[in-house]
């Protein structure tokens, strides 16, 4: 940028980049909505987070509610199976659909509420490192680094085994990790930034550093951040599962796909229906989320879009 230009040249070039960075947006999430299979699989992830939300108006019965007269009672489609109870009934006789609805409540609310703050605290790390460089990189990559040697499911196993298991200790566990993802991929978009004109336009007109980071970098970056944060969701609901598969994760009675699949592990040659079905919702929930983000990614990560 020449600094003999006059300041009020500055700030229209700025406003000219924030204009193509609007059309830009606009042009992605249209090449978005072209994708029909990614749209339909953000469309069936709403109907999961729908049924989070009105669990209590959708569920038929009490999730907790036990009925020794019903224990392992079939599908209704299946002999001796009632449309009273359409996914049949566990061991304790709780009705499976109702269950599964209310675990749509615990995989949701744990993957959003870690992929919020993992996120958050990335976005924040990583504009730190990528704009200050110099120590504070150096810390903060090291940091990094040693948390990326650890196989993510054991070290959440280990942590969960130390805090004890429950709601807030998953989403403590999986954080703890979690936010490396976005800090590495915001360390990279803000180096590349860095020399990007309109930010020597706001230096040259002598911004804060806070300001050029949170103003004019972070926006221009976010793109990319979604893409990872709708990716990693999915991994966060199939990591939840797998703790709570083990007995590290939600406890019983609390309705949880993870722990339901595992109540069902000595019943599946008797009783294939009471783990089948909530492992057959995570199934449906996860690649509907991978779908969805892989229609994000091409649509607005530079590096993949075909515009």
């Not at 998953?170 to 020399?195: D, F, N």
């Amino acid at each position: 940028m020449d600094a003999s230009l006059p300041p009020h040249t500055d700030m229209q070039n700025q406003e000219v980049h924030k204009d193509e960075s609007i059309s830009l947006f606009r042009a992605n999430w249209k090449q978005f909505l072209s994708n029909h299979f990614a749209v339909l699989a953000s469309i069936l992830v709403l109907v999961f987070v729908l049924l989070a939300i009105f669990a209590p108006w959708i569920a038929p019965h009490d999730p907790n509610k036990t009925n020794l007269m019903t224990r392992l009672n079939p599908p209704a489609w299946l002999d001796n199976g009632s449309w009273v109870h359409p996914f049949g009934n566990d061991s304790l006789g709780r009705d499976i659909l109702s269950r599964i609805i209310y675990g749509t409540r615990i995989s949701i609310s744990i993957g959003l509420a870690v992929i919020v703050i993992a996120t958050g605290t990335g976005m924040i790390t990583g504009l730190l490192a990528g704009y200050l460089r110099g120590t504070t990189d150096k810390i903060i990559s090291t940091i990094v680094d040693i948390l990326l040697g650890f196989p993510y499911l054991i070290f959440a196993i280990g942590l969960m085994a130390v805090l004890g298991p429950s709601f807030e200790n998953i989403i403590l566990a999986l954080v703890y990790k979690e936010w490396v993802i976005p800090c590495r991929v915001v360390r990279g978009e803000t180096i590349a930034a860095k020399e990007i004109e309109y930010i020597e336009a706001a230096k040259a007109l002598g911004a804060s550093h806070f300001h050029i980071m949170f103003r004019e970098i972070l926006p221009n970056i976010f793109s990319p951040v979604l893409v990872v944060a709708t990716t990693r969701m999915a991994t966060v609901i199939i990591l939840e599962s797998s703790l709570s598969f083990l007995g590290l994760g939600v406890q019983p009675p609390t309705a949880s796909w993870g722990n339901m699949v595992a109540s069902g592990r000595e019943f599946m040659l008797e009783a294939w229906w009471v783990s089948t079905f909530p492992g057959l919702a995570i199934l449906v929930l996860v690649l509907c989320i991978n779908i969805a983000s892989q229609g994000l990614r091409d649509a607005f990560d530079p590096r993949f879009s075909e515009t």
